[in-house]
């Protein structure tokens, strides 16, 4: 038994000196290491400067100084206060002269057509009423077209439609006449009122009333306009004698054309 455990012994110890490295190894090694010499370190290369980068550097810096000069604005001069002026001395205005009252004749320039200033103001008197009857026969007119009723309203609705139509286009020629004669045209209510000898329903007649008024209103008309021709004749006035002579034949017919309605 005890063999046997020597032998065991001897065995590891075999084994543990096969294991270990030899000492001369390591020395021979290290003493190769230290021979070995060591790689300088490789020193970073130089920076050279040539003379041309030089010289090119130089001017791009020249170039960036007037860049920074010029980007900064000239202080301005101070501004001088402007010197303080007394102020004008103002002119009173004149006070304005009240306008002249408007004549019945407009007086710019003086008018010469052959017609004496008292026939042109005589004539214009009665062209004035017979504005004033033909305005008030186009109301009356006017006004029976839109309110007539009855079995004949489409015929009479038609009927005063043709009639009041062409009498407000002869308002225009008669008013236009009395201008070209230097005076003014009546034309407001108060002055028709004043002027026109037709007098108007207070009311909505029925519709052979109001035939009955148109004729009436129509006859006094052209009595109107038959006074004032004579006034332009014996004036020599033609064109006014010619436009009244085509309104007494309007208004004679209508008169005509309205009492043949009551027959």
Known sequence: MAKAVKAVSKTAKVSKAEEAPNTDTKVAVAA????????????APAKKVTAKK???????????????????????PAAKPAATRKPAATKPV?????????SAASSALKIDIGISTADRAAVVKELSKVL?????????T??????VTGPMFKTLHELFMTQYTELWQALDDIAERIRALGHYAPGTY???????????????????TMIELLVKGNEALARTARAAFDRADSADDQPTADLLTQRLDVHEKNAWMLRSLLQ
């Open 32 to 43: 190769d290491v230290k021979a070995e010499p060591k790689p300088a370190a490789a020193k």
């Open 54 to 76: 030089a010289v090119a550097k130089k001017p791009a810096a020249a170039a960036k100084a007037p860049a920074k000069a010029a980007a900064k604005p000239a202080a301005k």
């Open 94 to 102: 004149a006070a304005a002269k009240p306008a002249a009252p408007a």
């Open 132 to 140: 004033a009857d033909s305005y008030t026969v186009y109301l009356m």
């Open 142 to 147: 006017h006004n029976f077209h839109w309110n």
């Open 190 to 208: 108060a002055e028709f009122q004043k002027l026109s000898s037709i007098t108007q329903p207070a009311s909505v007649p029925d519709a052979t």
